[in-house]
């Protein structure tokens, strides 16, 4: 073993494809399983979710409207980068989860291939959930899914990664921007996946990070105007009806799924469906 | 101008009756609430004396269809369900005639409205759906999706018997029993729905109507052992139940208020295009969530387009809602009437132009000429806000970006229109609406097979089509 001096890594927010640290100056120390230091993390606020916000609804308009073979080409080069780190995720998620190594690694393979599966649906989505619909009269008619926009997501607390990705890429995939709280006290997987997201094509601001405490967080990404769902996985039981009387507040989507969710089987498409809204068209025929 | 000659259909047909019960676990029985008095709009005259649900008789309607399902609906095999709802159809067109009397004396629309279609909407809503209840397995929820259970629906005045079909048949076909109470003023259709049911033979308590004012409906979307709400009203009114709803597992979906934008461009057929327009925000006196309320005209066409518009609208007969002839309606309540009242003052008050149809008015009963504001800017109430009535608000626009920028500066989505002769320019608009529908050179379409419902604070959740069933699905 050499004894050279590791360089240490900071662990900061990810916001419209930058690295800042917290605006509120704040941050907190993070702990392997056995309560041993392992980083700080910059804790988060309120200003740090309202920029993540703006990022995120800045980056809609493009994202949504990139064809979905592109975003599906992005979302695979997403899986390619996280498997060249497969070894870093597998250390972080065995310290952050108190999990063998072993297990750490098969977590991580199944969060990459969970990657893979949403990548696939990106231009599968429409053709599946849309509809050409056959009305009563000299009409075209058609029903094609549609983003619903600024999607916040609130990571699950327990699986830091494979429950990480597995609510990010459904929310992204069918062309939703969405800011994320991370797992509060496992969050060093979620930065890791941040710099991945950052090296991979995805445009800036189509995903942003936040580590903090979730439950001083939430509240304002529930109540906030310009976010048009909410994804209550990792919200602690304390706030959950609290945060959906704030959604009510503004008609938000809210995905009601408990943190009990088990990630390590293939999903449904429920999650996909959540953030999608339905458009129909309609066009008179005639000559 | 033509000059018409009356042509009132017989209000005879409604069978109208004194009065009317609500219906529960397959019974007409007399309510523990206060009975209300429903009042025809367009004379004020107190139509029947409808009995209504208090507290206990909510909790007793959904007992009765807790009961229903445990015992019945859920046991049933869909095909079996499928005839029930099949049998529903035909008896709304078999009553179509009665049905759009009683529904035009209750709610003031206009006979020709009723008749071709509300009624018959309704009547296709639940043939269509009967279809789907023994095909569920193939509607890509998965193998044998399983129903929510016991369904609190509550609706509006602005389509009594058609809400109620949009509510009732998916939920059915899905295998939920139901309790829904329509709205205060205007519960007659859904009663004798509820008689048509009864004549179907369907099991006691799969469908309980249960009439009364809002207080019935929080009752009831706030029961205990209800699984699935579903909402069609205000904007204001779905965000309360969705707060009250925090914290339960029950499943909602809300379809609530709009502020439509109907955008026509230089090129678009200013003849049909004034044809839409009319439809848009005329149809049911303006009492229609997607109703075209905010017109944006390509600025080099707006003096033309005006000017025909005023043309037409000047056309339009208001008054009588039985006689064929007749356009425009009545407003449904004394109160929507001051509520559009106040909202057309304010237009003036902040700077728009009015310009009202010269249009004859009758002595009697609420009525509200045509309204065309001009010079409106968006920061007016008139251009925010859901007046749901006869008013449309004229704005300009330059470019296509200016026009998707201004029909999507409002906190709804529920609908959008596109008048333009180019193919390319439709479907680039079309991709831009934040609108659950959006129609191009035509407004106000409605089908079964199309799922309608809105964006952001329009609501959530959609009605029609194999999306639609996604509401009354455990899935």
Known sequence: MSDRVTVAKTYKLYIGGKFPRSESGRSYPVTDSKGAFLANAAQGSRKDARDAVAAARKAFPGWSGATAYNR????????????????????EVAASEGVALKKAQSLVDTAIDRWVWYAGWTDKIAAVLGS?????????????????????????????LLGLVSVIAPVIASGNTAVVITSQDRPLP?????????????????????????????????????????????????????????????????????????????????????????????????? | MWEYAPAPESRDIANLRPNYRMFVDGQFVEGSGEPLKTVNPATEEVLAEVSTASQSDVDTAVKAARRAYDRVWSKMPGSERAKYIYRIARQIQERGRELAVLETLDNGKPIKESRDVDVPTAASHFFYHAGWADKLDHAGYGPDPKPLG?????????????MAAWKIAPALACGNTVVLKPAETTPLTALVLADIIAQCDLPPGVVNIIPGAGDVGAALVGHED????????????????????????????????????????????LDQAVEGIVNGIFFNQGHVCCAGSRLLVQESIADELLEKLHARVSTLRVGDPLDKNTDVGAINSREQLAKIKELTESGEAEGAQRWTSSCPLPDKGFFFAPTVFSNVSQAMRIAREEIFGPV????????????????????????????????????????????????SNTFNRFDPTAPFGGYQESGFGREGGRTGLEAYLDV
Do not use: C
Not at chain 1, 136 to 155: K, M, W
Not at chain 2, 150 to 162: D, E, M
Not at chain 2, 238 to 265: R, Y
């Open chain 2, 392 to 439: 449309l608000s004229v704005l300009t626009f330059r470019t296509p970006e200016e026009a998707v920028a201004k029909a999507n500066n409002t906190p709804y989505g529920l609908s959008a229109g596109i008048w333009t002769e180019k193919g390319s320019r439709i479907l680039w608009m079309a991709q831009r609406m934040r609108a659950g529908v959006v129609w």
């Open chain 2, 226 to 269: 209800v699984n699935k709400v579903a909402f069609t009203g205000s904007t204001d009114v779905g965000k309360i139940i969705q707060g009250q709803l925090a914290g339960t597992d029950k499943k909602l979906t809300l379809e609530l208020g709009g502020k439509a934008a109907n955008i026509v461009f230089d090129d678009a057929p």
């Open chain 1, 132 to 160: 050409s619909n056959p009305v009563a009269g000299p009409y075209f008619s058609f029903s094609t899914p549609e983003p619903t926009g600024v999607v916040a997501v609130l990571a699950p607390q327990q699986s830091s």
């Open chain 2, 150 to 162: 016991v369904a609190g629906q509550v609706i509006p005045w602005n389509f009594p018997l058609l």
């Open chain 1, 72 to 91: 599906g080409q992005v979302l695979y080069r997403v899986a390619e980068v996280l498997e060249g780190r497969r070894e870093q995720f597998a250390t």
């Open chain 1, 190 to 287: 979620a930065i890791t996946l941040s710099e991945v997201l950052a090296t991979s094509d995805v445009p800036g601001g189509v995903v942003n990070i936040i580590t903090g405490r979730t439950a001083e967080i939430a509240p304002w990404l529930a109540s906030h105007a310009d976010v048009n769902a909410l994804d209550l996985t990792g919200a602690p039981e304390s706030i959950r009806a609290d945060l959906q009387r704030s959604a009510a507040g503004t008609v938000k989507r809210v995905l009601r799924n408990k943190a009990s969710e088990d990630f390590s089987v293939t999903p449904d498409l429920s999650r996909i469906r959540a953030y999608l809204e339905t458009k129909t068209v309609w066009h008179p025929m005639g000559v």
